[in-house]
């Protein structure tokens, strides 16, 4: 196996990238950062815009830096914008995918990214807080969720505090370092498990039951697939988050 839980999530996500997509990454996501260069490699043609402000960046420019506020995502591109733009184009229904993470997320698609420990007056550990997950995620079209490192931690029955909330009516999926859940009916349910992981491990790193027990396993990364994301991060970046 020449692939491990980073190019499985590239490809991963780079594959729910669609012909005239409208896409979205946020800050400190290398991980989408590197699926949206290999998307746009692959031939796909879409909309890439990103925190630092940029609109379809020169994508064959190697990050150098783990960054995602760095020149590289802005540089070469064919306009810039506010954040503020961001949240206007999606609250009129005008992004197609928004690529977000978490701290911890319940099987309900509760996501917290404002306090661990303690309470909200007075907690153990302050988080980033709302931002882009509070108001993106009930509008986007499709939101795809990045964690590179499953465990019970973070996928939990019960979120500390609920920052942001799936909309069961929208697309909504989970990709992690061992597999991918997708929202049905109100509930995460898993989609498939990666190659290298099994439905022991995945339950073992889950917060809460897992009924099903005859699961596909993730596609795995094509040499072509593999070969291009070296092509566009020839420096690893995609690294940093694990």
């Known amino acids: 196996m020449n692939y491990g839980p980073a190019e499985i999530m590239v490809t991963a996500l780079a594959r729910e990238i669609m012909s005239r997509d409208i896409v979205f990454h946020g800050l400190a996501s290398p991980v989408p950062m590197t699926a ?50 961001i949240f206007d184009l999606a609250c009129t229904g005008r992004v197609d995918i928004s690529m977000l993470s978490l701290v911890q997320i319940s099987p309900r698609g509760e ?6 420990g303690g309470e909200y007056d007075k907690p153990k550990v302050r988080l980033p807080g709302g931002a882009g997950s509070a108001t993106l995620t009930p509008v986007t079209k499709k939101t795809l969720i990045w964690k590179t490192k ?30 991918t859940f997708v929202m049905e009916n109100g509930l995460l349910v898993l989609e498939s498990i990666h190659p290298y992981s099994n439905l022991a491990e995945v339950q073992a790193n889950t917060g809460w039951e897992i009924t099903q027990t005859d699961l596909p396993l993730t596609l795995a990364p094509s040499e072509e697939e593999l070969a291009l994301i070296e092509k566009v991060d020839p420096n690893r970046i995609r690294y940093i988050e694990f």
């Open 36 to 85: 949206m260069k290999l998307a746009k490699a692959l031939g796909i043609e879409f909309t890439f815009i990103n925190i630092a402000g940029g609109v379809d960046p020169n994508w064959g420019n190697p990050a150098v830096i783990g960054s995602t506020l760095s020149s590289n995502l802005y540089e070469g591109g064919v306009a810039d914008y506010g954040l503020d733009e």
């Open 111 to 116: 996501i917290n990214m404002s306090f661990v």
């Open 150 to 179: 499953q465990d019970i931690k973070s996928f939990v029955p019960e979120v500390a505090f609920c920052t942001a909330k799936a909309d069961p009516f929208k697309q909504f999926k989970v990709i992690t370092n061992l597999c």
